[in-house]
């Protein structure tokens, strides 16, 4: 009778026990995480910027009012798969393997959606993965075919015929948000959910849904104060780079005037097969309504012969009204999954987050594209919302970094970190803002990827709250090739990329071989215009950069610089 007793208590506790646990897993919060491609914070309205005030991001916008808005958000490598690799494993480049953009991930690294699969989260990635594997941890996955493209992508998942890709017509940025609800719609609903929203948007070449053609045509953009900058005081990096607006946009890819197209420039004909790459794509309709819209503004152009400031002028607000006509779609796009979320009662069991893959240059400097650890491209856009901790419509300025997303988001599971993951989840910030006492004074950099596009040389570097100190270093043009593992092997697509860009020239005139510093007061020099190594004065800030800095190469076991 005792033992029935016993036996019949232990069955009610450990029903007990597992319906708390049961109730616990039902209150771990949903996840969604939205990335863009090359989405600049200089761009959303929620940051003040001149641009985004010129042209408004209000669904973005939304995500702050309910939440967190980061100010010191940064990456670890300013560059598209690196970027991704950090997401997901919560590693530096040298530790994932992915250091340069075309190959090298260590598939053998956890990634944090693996251990939320095994926490009992149903997950889901959707848009650009362009990691050379399979996305691992994911029970639903429809990605893009590297890239991706704007027009008629190509998706490939686990919802595809043996896993192969299917072209689908729209617009890319439509189509993922579509899969995404569907996949939100159909979720097993007892578990939690994970869901990874990536947009090929708005990377290069800002190819805008039609509706928004022509949508900022009337706005006048200011250029950055820095547009026109000198370099003077800095080092040989910022002059050999290929990342000018005015020099190094391309009139066919970029601009979109293929009327440019000279048969005796071999770049010419490269960037004239870029753009068609990506009309040819498109349905008649789609391509008529593109030609209605381009070809009567390129005849203008042509008309008007500007030259000059003028010419200069032109090419500024073409690029910043394609880029703004392209985040048009973006904002519409969280403005549907808000939407989503608020009409099937999930926001408030939900954490969002908002961010780019790196940040991008809107003309500072005179430039485009990222890789650099100056500001605009070492920084990137982070907005949270996660009700009941992040405080409505408040700003942190704690240094971040994209190695604590995956981090975070265990914690949010109730899963202990892997001992390997260096970054740190941000939990502690959501609650207690700036705030919070225990947290880094400065943060680690370090880009890998040349000789390639853009020519930007390999560079790592520290930034505290005020202080900048970076490293160029490395072997010019091809001669770099041998430094890097995967450029000199036959069938990789950094080997491709190499010969694609030795057969326009690119690698002339041959850069020199470069090793040297730069400091920065970030205070007094915002814009980073004013190189402060080596000058007096600063001989004991650039002893304690020196040294936080050789603290993490040694740390964290950097193998190169």
């Keep these: 009778m005792n033992k029935t007793i016993i036996s019949v208590a232990a069955l009610s506790c450990l029903a007990a026990t597992m319906q708390a646990q049961k109730k616990a897993a039902a209150q771990r919060p949903n996840i969604v995480y939205i990335m863009c491609d090359d989405h600049a914070f200089q761009c959303i309205s929620a940051y003040g910027h001149a641009i985004g005030k010129l042209a408004p991001t209000p669904n973005i916008d939304r995500i702050a009012e309910r939440g967190m808005r980061f100010d010191k958000a940064f990456v670890e ?7 991704r690799a950090c997401l997901m494993t919560g590693l530096y480049s040298h530790q994932n393997g992915q250091r340069q953009l075309g190959e090298g991930i260590d598939t053998s690294r956890t990634f944090f959606t693996e251990l939320l699969q095994d926490a009992g989260y149903q997950t889901a990635i959707i848009g ?7 996305p691992k941890g994911f029970d639903y996955y429809h990605i893009y075919n590297d890239q991706g493209q704007y027009w008629n992508p190509q998706y490939r998942g686990t919802d595809t015929p043996d896993g192969k890709y299917i072209v689908e017509e729209g617009y890319s940025t439509d189509l993922s948000t579509d899969h995404a609800i569907d996949f939100m719609d159909h ?31 009337n706005v006048e953009f200011p250029m950055p104060e820095t547009f026109y900058d000198d370099y003077a005081t800095r080092g040989e990096a910022v002059r050999t780079q290929k990342m000018s607006v005015t020099k190094h946009m391309r009139w066919e890819q970029d601009f979109k005037v293929p009327e440019m197209l000279d048969m005796n420039n071999e770049d010419s004909k490269d960037s004239y097969n870029a753009l068609m790459g990506e009309i040819n794509r498109m349905t008649p309709a789609q391509r008529s309504a593109w030609g209605r819209y381009y070809f ?21 607000q073409a690029y910043i009204r394609d880029y703004m006509s392209v985040i048009a779609s973006v904002d519409e796009s969280v403005g549907r999954v808000l939407d989503y979320l608020d009409k099937n009662g999930l926001t408030d069991n939900t954490i969002i987050v908002y961010t780019s893959d790196q940040g991008f240059y809107m003309g500072e400097h005179g430039w485009f594209d990222k890789r650099f650890m100056y500001e605009e491209s070492l920084r990137t856009p982070l907005i949270i919302s996660y009700p009941g901790h992040t405080k409505p419509g408040s700003v942190c300025h704690k240094l971040v970094q994209n190695i604590d997303y995956a981090p975070t988001f265990l914690e949010l599971a109730g899963v202990k970190k892997p001992q390997e993951m260096v970054g740190r989840s941000l939990l502690p910030i959501f609650d207690n803002g700036d705030a919070q006492k225990q947290w880094r004074s400065s943060i680690y950099y370090h880009y890998y990827d040349y000789p390639t596009y853009h020519m930007v040389r390999k560079h790592d570097g520290v930034r505290t709250d005020r202080y900048k100190l970076i490293h160029f270093y490395g072997k010019g043009g091809l001669d770099a090739v041998p430094e890097n593992k995967y450029q000199g092997i036959e069938g990789t697509n950094e080997n491709n990329t190499l010969k694609s860009l030795i057969s326009i020239g690119y690698f002339e005139p041959k850069d020199n071989a470069v090793n040297y510093n730069e400091l920065y007061d970030l205070q007094n020099d915002p814009h980073e215009l004013n190189n402060l190594y080596g000058k007096p004065g600063y001989e004991k800030i650039t002893k304690q950069l020196q040294k936080e800095l050789d603290a993490y190469r040694k740390a964290q076991k950097v193998d190169e610089f």
């Design 187 to 217: 979720r097993d609903k007892s578990k939690p959910f994970c869901l990874m929203l990536h947009h090929k948007a708005p990377h290069r070449n800002w190819q805008a849904n039609i509706k928004n053609l022509g949508k900022y045509d």
């Design 77 to 83: 490598n300013s560059l598209s798969t690196p970027s």
């Design 296 to 316: 009567p503004r390129n005849r203008k152009l042509l008309e008007a012969n500007l030259k000059g400031k003028d010419l200069d002028n032109w090419k500024y």
């Design 128 to 134: 650009k993965w362009h990691m050379g594997c399979d």
